[in-house]
């Protein structure tokens, strides 16, 4: 699986993007809902922050992946039942949404002091974090049983764009990551954390992605980690994608502006100048060995436009000079990088 490295938007100034909030009207459990989701290859969650791009455009699906259904249970709990049978029962309301017990194949916990996931409204920078205590019964029966004891935390680390399979472009998406870190009783104890992070976008009531792992350390024992990834397809089929932010134009130092749009990492020095263009930007970068170059520019929606150089170049300095094509409008590109096996996303504006 090839390595991303996602960069955030270096002009800060230059564009607008409006806050994504989780609240119980856009973004709580509905009862009578289907979500359903495809399982991709396993990807780092990649940097936290405002205005971030992540691009999971190049993920291979691994399978159909699993539905998760939504349904009224007892007292105003509501029900969602995993593709693999398991019930996991959540209070929902106008104030928070709290996982309160599970019950699946082999498997049984009760919560007697249950876990808040999201406290709403929910945005970036929000955060909350509790302790949890659990019985937990194992077998086919759940005839074994045990305590679990431990943390929680919740955050809204970064928002940005979500570039995902299929060409879907998804902009004021919220990420909040997750963590569960507790003990498990039974005939030793097993320390467990889990990490989970899920991306929200406007116009879409469940996470548009999701990955995560899990350790589980036995006493004396070697550490385990399982990890997946996987995207929602339902609602991504059937409604278009949040519609561009607002792009404006700042009077900004040419010396800032070259600072702004420059990066340096062990693999390749690289920096895009002008940054807003127009009839033309300049891409230098440096290499430290020699390398496999592919350099495209594309659309936010992914679509392909031209590319800059697809070739094996020498260590050291190289530079590139783009001209727009007249069918070029003004707008937000993408300008992908990939040296070797090392990916680069740089967000571009046209004037």
């Given at each position: 699986m090839r390595t991303l490295f996602i960069f955030g938007f270096l002009l800060v100034s230059s564009v607008t993007f409006a806050q994504p909030v989780l609240t119980y009207r856009t973004h709580g459990l509905k009862a009578g809902e289907n979500n359903s989701m495809r399982q991709v290859q396993y990807v780092e969650p990649g940097d936290a922050g405002a205005m971030q791009i992540w691009d999971y455009t190049l993920l291979s699906p691994l399978n159909e992946g699993k539905t998760e259904t939504v349904a009224q249970?007892?007292?105003?709990?509501?029900?969602?039942?995993?593709?693999?049978?398991?019930?996991?029962?959540?209070a929902c309301n106008e104030e928070a949404n709290v996982y309160e017990s599970y019950t699946g194949p082999g498997r049984m916990i009760r919560f007697e002091q249950p876990i808040t996931k999201i406290r709403y409204p929910f945005g970036f920078g929000a955060t909350l974090t509790g302790s949890f205590s659990a019985r937990c019964f194992y077998g086919a029966n759940h005839e074994m049983g045990g305590n679990m004891a431990g943390n929680y935390s919740s955050e809204a680390d970064a928002y940005g764009v979500l570039l995902l399979p299929d060409n879907v472009t998804l902009y004021n998406v919220l990420r909040v990551k997750t963590k569960e870190s507790y003990v498990e009783e039974l005939c030793n104890n097993t320390q467990v954390e889990l990490v989970k992070y899920l991306w929200y976008a406007e116009g879409y009531r469940?996470?548009?992605?999701?990955?995560?792992?899990?350790?589980?350390?036995?006493?004396?024992?070697?550490?385990?980690?399982?990890?997946?990834?996987f995207y929602t397809t339902a609602t991504l089929a059937s409604t278009p994608a949040t519609a561009a932010p607002d792009i404006t134009i700042t009077a900004e130092d040419i010396t800032e502006k070259q600072i702004a749009n420059t990066i340096v990492a062990p693999e390749v020095t690289y920096s895009v100048f002008p940054n807003p263009?127009?009839?033309?930007?300049?891409?230098?970068?440096?290499?430290?060995?020699?390398?496999?170059?592919?350099?495209?520019?594309?659309?936010?929606?992914?679509?392909?436009?031209?590319?800059?150089?697809?070739?094996?170049?020498?260590?050291?300095?190289?530079?590139?000079?783009?001209?727009?094509?007249?069918?070029?409008?003004?707008?937000?590109?993408l300008l992908r990088m990939t040296f070797d096996d090392k990916v680069y996303v740089q967000p571009l504006v046209k004037e």
């Open positions: 249970g007892e007292s105003g709990a509501l029900n969602v039942t995993a593709a693999d049978g398991g019930v996991f029962t959540y469940y996470p548009v992605f999701v990955t995560w792992n899990i350790t589980y350390t036995p006493e004396n024992g070697t550490p385990t980690t399982v990890n997946e990834s263009y127009n009839s033309y930007f300049h891409l230098t970068y440096t290499l430290e060995k020699e390398t496999l170059v592919d350099i495209a520019l594309f659309s936010t929606s992914g679509q392909y436009i031209k590319h800059l150089v697809k070739s094996v170049r020498q260590r050291g300095p190289q530079h590139i000079t783009y001209n727009p094509r007249s069918s070029d409008l003004a707008g937000f590109y």
